[in-house]
């Protein structure tokens, strides 16, 4: 039988970065993902890497901040070794803050109306804004990108297959199972995202937090001079985040909805008309798209990283809105676990042993 010496549950965005970390150390990896690679909150993702947002876990707030500086020098190695670009936008993003707020990076600079004009035209003035120097990607290309470079490094994928249990042998993890077939490893990940906490024989306590996002695009006969706006616009009831290629995402919501991924329709035009709000232009563009992703939500809205009661069974799960904005480091720390050397942050806050 053959075995690896990493079997990683989830192929979104942290279970991709994992994996490809992982096998640039030298050790056999196997992802098993349900569906296919990064296409459940990964592909639903609107790429905001928002490490000056105030409204981030304290507990995470260096995590957080490494990882923001990571993602150039992440996005330069990936390209290479997939010959293809995640789009990652650096023009920063504009954010409008209650007068008791303050954003939480010491570069953010206030913005009087008239600079706000010279960065965005087309944008209303009005309100306390600041300019942030934050990144945005096009998540599903990042997606792409991980599974091409994991790919071409050696890593192995079963897909189509939902784990539903980590088999244990002589008291530690042996491997997982599937609904058809065994894959053997002593150490098994758990990156399942919001699904993580129904796979046995420990429930991680995970759950599904809902989010929908509205796609627009210039209309017909608009020239193709690249988006609307430049700089990713967060606002009290809308963000807005641009494409290279014109398009621009509107979002989100936050919804205790189960597994339910259905769009709503007055929730799409409630984004919609808050955007243009903001960007009256905005009335121009063509709806294109909406979907709801299920971001993985935990009991304290921090991620749950490093080893389970079970020897050999670790989770890199729990991220809430900021798997994409994390992957980076959760794949350095996580790799550095797994391989035997110190991680470089203190996982003891995020252990998943803290709710037993």
């Not at 994992?18 to 639903?44: D, F, M």
């Not at 876990?57 to 010959?83: C, D, H, K, N, W």
């Not at 994991?150 to 609904?179: P, Q």
């Not at 955007?275 to 939500?297: C, Q, S, T, Y």
Request: charged content about 20%; some cysteine; hydrophobic content about 45%.
């Amino acid at each position: 039988m053959k075995t690896w010496d990493v079997v990683i549950i989830g192929g979104g965005v942290i279970g991709l970065s994992l994996a490809w970390r992982l096998r640039k150390t030298g050790a056999s990896v196997l992802v098993v993902e349900k569906t296919e690679p990064a296409r459940e909150a990964t592909h639903a993702s609107a790429g905001m890497i928002a490490h000056c947002d105030p409204g981030n876990p304290p507990q995470l707030f260096g995590m957080i901040a490494a990882s923001a500086r990571m993602y150039p020098e992440f996005v330069t190695e990936l390209r290479a070794e997939a010959f293809e670009s995640p789009d990652l936008r650096a023009d920063g993003t504009i954010a409008f803050f209650n007068p008791d707020e303050q954003p939480a990076c010491d570069s953010a600079r206030l913005l009087s109306d008239g600079d706000l004009g010279l960065l965005e035209p087309l944008m209303n003035a009005g309100g306390r804004a600041f300019l942030l120097p934050e990144f945005s990607i096009d998540a599903r290309k990042l997606g792409s990108a991980l599974e091409k470079a994991a790919r071409t490094l050696g890593v192995d994928f079963v897909t189509g297959a939902a784990v539903t249990e980590v088999a244990v042998l002589a008291g530690r993890a042996a491997g997982v199972r599937t609904a058809k077939s065994f894959y053997a490893s002593s150490i098994v990940v758990n990156c399942a995202g919001a699904w993580a906490g129904q796979i046995k024989p420990l429930a991680l306590p995970t759950r599904p937090v809902k989010g929908q996002i509205v796609c627009v695009i210039p209309p017909a006969d608009a020239h193709n001079s690249g988006p609307l706006i430049r700089h990713v616009v967060r606002a009290a009831e809308v963000y807005i985040v641009p494409r290279s290629d014109g398009r621009l995402l509107l979002g989100s919501t936050v919804e205790e909805a189960g597994f339910d991924k259905r769009v709503d329709p007055a929730t799409v035009q409630r984004l919609h008309q808050a955007a243009i709000k903001l960007v009256p232009e905005l009335a121009r563009m063509r709806m294109h798209d909406a979907w709801a992703g299920l971001r993985p939500g935990s009991p304290d809205a921090l991620p749950i990283l490093g080893a389970t009661s079970l020897a050999g069974y670790y989770a890199a799960t729990g991220h809430y809105r900021d798997g994409v904005l994390l992957a980076p480091v959760t794949a350095l720390v996580m790799t550095q676990l797994l391989t035997g050397h110190p991680p470089d942050f203190d996982l003891r806050p995020f252990s998943p042993q803290r709710f037993v």
